[in-house]
């Protein structure tokens, strides 16, 4: 894992189509800016999990349509 050090304002490039902005520090809080194209998907990690359980759950089950 890669740890750095940013001030509010500074930038974090990932690859050539990401950036993520350091905007502000709230106590143990803190919130970023973060500049992608539409096609990356961008999630909080509480979310991500829980898309990957629905996709594990809805995975192997047929569906029925229009009956």
Known sequence: MLVLSRKIGEKIIIGDDVSVTILGLFGNHVRLGINAPK?????????????????????????????
Do not use: T
């Open 39 to 67: 096609s990356v998907d961008i999630h909080r990690e509480e979310i991500y999990v829980k898309i990957q359980n629905d996709n594990q759950d809805s995975g192997g089950q047929d569906i029925a349509v229009g009956l």
